[in-house]
């Protein structure tokens, strides 16, 4: 898998992983992964097709 980017949300730094293969859900779903953050030492949770974490993505959901 390439590298891919996403932004720390506790450093607003930008950080790089390239964990895994590349992976797509069944039937469409979003597929995230556990990623050990090189700027905080967190655990995020990011969609590596997206470089989006969990919660930027249920942020754009709307609730009804």
Sequence with gaps: MPPFLFRCPTTAMLVQDHSGPDEQGEDGKKVY????????????????????????????????
Excluded: Y
Excluded at 44 to 52: A, E, I, Q, Y
């Design 33 to 64: 992964r556990a990623i050990n953050c090189l700027a905080c030492g967190g655990l995020h949770l990011v969609n590596p097709l997206t470089g989006k974490l969990m919660s930027e993505e249920a942020e754009d959901t709307p609730r009804w």
